[in-house]
């Protein structure tokens, strides 16, 4: 047994180590150093942050411990009372109390002052693994010095750090609380001291969402992310959780963000005021997820979770010696990133699937104007959680997947209602849906691929952007290249619309359309009977391509006579891709990616 101890302690030297000391004493730089607050200028009081910040990253060790300074004795009282503070107050202490307006003379400046360098000394010094401060029964325990000195350190360093924690809490939510009372009567904005406080918490979140104390950092950044009265606050705070969903290899915060980002929506939407309230913002966040682990996969993580658990119930002194040297080490333990981002997907799923089921009252009754009223503001939520679930489809729980299916349906019923980034979003959606678990269902796709044909036309007649036609691409690949499409007429419709689509619409939407054109044409060759003239080819009936289904508009009744007249086009690359449609040419690849265009 006491060879075992040994064994852990060694171990535990290795992971957690002092910080080393500086090999030459340093010397004061500011002549007034040990002076008063109260008695320097704002000047002096700038050099002293800088130099006590220096002094404590030259040497961390000594941060916590009190400065035993021999005062004269011939000096005041003031001086004396100040003395006596200097020696019981650490280098740390001086800077937290230089960062509180309550404790200098409530300068701000220097306040913001002191907090940015509390962030940038905390950036630094804090260690790699969460701290575990040692239990009364292992303090009774007889250690080195070297151990006992590492535990002092920890215990200043967390003490510390939780002090400027609170100290940041403090001035963010007394600042936003006498800003809501000011903003009901017209008054002032934010302070510069507040949305200081909160973007040091912010920045914290990026860097140490590792250590201790992560769950308050996190919950007051999370809910500022939906901040209405200052948009620099709610866009940092949108930014950490985006790095934290980028960066988070285990997945345990991630979760943890989740959840909480989920149950403030689902609040917002029980009390009514989601679909007014809630920025897209932070829906968009859960597009920086990195998930890869099917929901169905999961369940065989929690069982080998559970397995793994009894195990660690025989050996409970070696579970907690792989406890914590897991925490030193960046290894990724397979079975709860598994386990957490099967969780996420549940949360996020279950966001997408509130703001679908809100925008469904819309499309099913348009004509009410109380319903549209009260669904406006959740149709702007719409095109976001449409992208997400577009992304994380293939991963979505085969069971989910009709439900899924049943919402997108119901919201292409009434599709012109939709902006056209929502419209687009819910095709592609639907789309790689059907592509990917949904494959098994074997669904007929016409009910999902014909409200893109008739949303073609808005390329041109709305406000579009390159964002709007790259969604398009992406839903026409996902119709006619991923799948094989086995109308030739809804083939040919599609070609032809495209064509009249690419006439008129901005240079940016037509190189690109011509060349899927091209690849359509070389996919299916039966299309290629619209490059023929219509005098040469024996045709019946007459072309209508204002019809809904695409299978109705008789395309092989005209031609893409479009293709002709953009050979001519001023710009080099539609006119290049014309000539190579007319000429039926294959597309130069990877060049000549409709995606990359």
């Known amino acids: 047994m006491g060879k075992k101890k040994g064994v852990v302690e060694t171990k535990k030297r290795q992971k957690r180590q002092l910080p080393a000391q500086p090999m ?3 010397t004061k730089r500011v002549a007034n150093f040990d002076s008063p607050i109260s008695q320097l200028s704002q000047t002096q009081r700038c050099e002293l942050i800088a130099e006590i910040s220096e002094a404590i990253l030259e040497d961390p060790q000594t941060a916590f411990s009190s400065n ?3 005062g004269d004795e011939n000096q005041g009282n003031e001086n004396t009372n100040y003395t006596s503070y200097l020696q019981s107050h650490s280098k740390m202490r001086r800077l937290l109390d230089m960062a509180t ?3 200098n003379d409530y300068d701000e400046t220097t306040a913001r002052l002191a907090m940015l360098s509390l962030l940038a000394i905390f950036q630094d010094i804090i260690p790699t693994y969460r701290i575990r401060l040692p239990t009364a029964e292992e303090l009774a325990v007889r250690v080195t010095k070297e151990t006992k000195k590492l535990w002092d350190y920890e215990r200043g360093l967390l003490a510390s750090y939780q002090q400027y924690l609170k100290l940041l809490e403090y001035l963010w939510s007394s600042g936003s609380k006498t800003t809501n009372a000011n903003n009901k009567q017209g008054g002032q904005p934010i302070s510069a001291i507040s949305v200081t406080a909160l973007l040091c918490l912010c920045e914290l979140m990026k860097s140490a969402y590792h250590f201790n104390f992560r769950s308050n950092i996190l919950t007051i950044v999370v809910k500022e992310t939906n901040n209405r009265s200052c948009e620099e606050v709610s866009s940092a705070c949108c930014n950490a959780v985006t790095y934290i969903f980028e960066n988070d290899k285990q997945g345990e915060v991630s979760l943890e963000a989740t959840r909480m980002l989920s149950k403030m929506i689902k609040e917002k939407f029980e009390k009514g005021l989601g679909r007014a ?41 070696q579970n907690e010696i792989d406890m914590e040297m897991r925490e030193g080490d960046a290894t990724v333990d397979k079975i709860v990133l598994a386990r957490s981002q099967a969780d ?6 279950l966001t997408y699937f509130r703001i679908l089921k809100s925008v469904d009252l819309l499309t099913t009754n348009p004509e009410n104007s109380k319903q549209k009223k009260q669904c406006a503001g959740a149709v702007e939520l719409l095109a976001p959680a449409l992208e997400g679930l577009a992304k994380f489809s293939h991963l979505i729980n085969f069971d989910t997947v009709v439900d899924v299916l049943g919402v997108l349906k119901g919201l292409l019923k009434n599709v012109e209602i939709l902006p056209l980034d929502a419209a687009l979003n819910c095709m592609l959606a ?23 044909y008739s949303q073609l036309p808005r390329l041109v007649t709305e406000g579009n952007d390159s964002h709007n036609t790259d969604l398009a691409l992406k839903c026409l690949h996902a119709a006619f290249i991923r799948r094989k499409e086995y ?15 690419s006439l008129h619409a901005p240079t940016f939407t037509s190189t690109p359309i011509l060349a899927f054109v091209r690849m359509v044409l070389h996919r299916y060759p039966s299309a290629a009977q619209l490059l023929e003239n219509e005098q040469d080819v024996v045709t019946s009936g007459t072309y209508t391509p204002d019809v809904q289904d695409p299978e109705h508009t008789n395309p092989f009744a005209t031609s893409a006579w479009e293709i002709g007249t953009l050979k001519f086009h001023v710009n080099p690359g539609v ?17 000549e990616d409709p995606s990359r265009i």
């Open 487 to 501: 109308s030739n007429t809804r083939v040919a419709a599609f070609v032809k619309q495209l064509c009249s689509v």
């Open 277 to 317: 309230t809630i920025k897209t913002a932070i829906i968009k966040t859960f597009l920086s997820l990195p998930l890869r682990v099917h929901e169905d996969e999961a369940q065989a993580a929690k069982l080998a979770a559970e397995a793994k658990n009894k195990r660690k119930k025989k050996d409970r002194e």
């Open 575 to 591: 006119a290049s891709q014309a000539l190579g449609a007319g000429a039926n040419k294959m597309l130069m690849l990877p060049i």
């Open 68 to 70: 035993k300074i021999k």
């Open 344 to 349: 996420t997907l549940h949360s996020i799923t």
């Open 430 to 452: 639907a789309l790689q849906t059907l592509n990917g678990p949904g494959r098994e269902l074997q669904i007929d796709q016409k009910e999902y691929i014909s409200p893109l």
């Open 24 to 26: 030459i004493p340093r």
């Open 101 to 103: 307006p309550a404790k």
